[in-house]
């Protein structure tokens, strides 16, 4: 991190850091056994090492469980400041299932990490990020959706508006329930629903629909008296501080890269990328582990710099790359971006 400092200070956006979560064990690729306060010692140092490298629009995020998570905060309110704390995520990071369901009967069963989310300052903008709604969800919507616009090219005061069955048999389609359903997710912009607003009822016009400016700007769809709404604004929704959704199954057959026990599933990994960075922006992973972070960043357009000071930078990492610059890469996030370079930089340790 020190050695970074003369090429990159002042350019990293996202820093993600994947720590030893100081288990007390020894694992296959490195050892997570250190006191309590040695362990503090050695995220305070990489914390205080890389301030230097973040952007000014930067941010930090750790990822971490119950065993150390409470005085990281502590750490890391006092290094970056309580104000610049964003986020305190909670993310799934396991099932029901396994070996910790024979602990039952001392102590609940682990399911959750957290994510420690910290900003440079007040320059720094989260991107935020939607998801799909539950089928659940979004079926409540899907059942008063039931218009869709068959001209939206038109200016609004001249579109034609069908029920969606009329429309499909217009178009030679047998009306289903599934036709149907997959005609509203196909066409979700121009499907439309009607709901009343004060501002528009007090209004009238020539034709069925006509776009209308309030007073303060806002755009609206005026449909005989009512707002129209469109079922596009309504099939997703915004990440909040709970992720549920990322499976952690299979993680083995991301990359070709197995890393019992730590490592991250590439869904995590790139929304966290695409809510803290944007296409070209610096990523730095100062744990690289299994090359996750920069396998991401790779298929989503950022640059990125890992560090990592175990045998697997050569038996997991670049392999990982390389088969994602050949178009080889298996499971994991897809599409993705191929081709790009990197090199290998050897530094000497200061100790």
């Known amino acids: 991190l020190r050695a970074l400092a003369a090429t990159h200070a002042g350019r990293i956006q996202c820093v993600y850091l994947d720590p030893p979560y100081n288990t007390g064990m020894t694992f296959e690729h490195y050892h997570d056994a250190r006191s309590h306060e040695a362990w503090l010692q050695m995220m305070e140092q990489r914390l205080m090492a890389l301030r230097p490298l973040l952007a000014p629009t930067g941010f930090v995020c750790v990822q971490i469980d119950d065993r150390e998570y409470a005085y990281l905060q502590v750490l890391m309110d006092r290094i970056f400041g309580r104000a610049r704390r964003v986020a305190t995520v909670v993310v799934k990071m396991s099932e029901l299932s396994g070996v910790k369901m024979g602990h039952v009967g001392t102590r609940l069963p682990k399911l959750k990490e957290y994510l420690l989310i910290y900003s440079a300052n007040d320059a720094a903008k989260l991107r935020p990020q939607r998801v799909p709604k539950d089928a659940e969800t979004l079926h409540r919507y899907l059942k008063y959706y039931n218009k869709i616009i068959d001209n939206p090219d038109a200016p609004a005061s001249e579109w034609r508006i069908l029920s969606i069955r009329d429309w499909l048999r217009e178009q030679g389609v047998r009306a289903t329930q599934k036709s149907v359903r997959e ?70 057959k991301e990359g070709g890269a197995a890393f019992r026990y730590s490592k991250k599933p590439e869904a995590l990994i790139e ?13 730095l992973d100062p744990f690289a582990g299994s090359g996750t972070t920069g396998a991401v960043a790779q298929k989503i357009g950022r ?11 050569h038996t997991h990492i670049v392999p990982r790359i390389e088969a994602i610059q050949t178009g080889e890469d298996t499971g994991g996030i897809q599409p993705y971006e191929r081709g790009g370079t990197f090199r290998i930089r050897e530094v000497k340790s200061e100790k």
């Open 271 to 283: 929304r966290i990328l695409r809510l803290l960075s944007d296409a070209g922006d610096w990523v």
């Open 183 to 252: 005609a509203q997710l196909r066409h979700s912009e121009r499907v439309v629903y009607r709901t009343n607003n004060a501002f528009l009822s007090t209004l009238d016009f020539d034709t069925p629909t006509a776009e209308v400016l309030s007073p303060t700007g806002k755009k609206y769809i005026w449909w005989e008296g009512k707002q129209m709404l469109f079922l596009t604004d309504h099939t997703h929704t915004y990440v909040g501080d709970l992720w549920t959704d990322i499976s952690t199954i299979n993680l083995n």
């Open 303 to 313: 640059r990125w710099v890992m560090i990592e000071q175990g045998e697997h930078l």
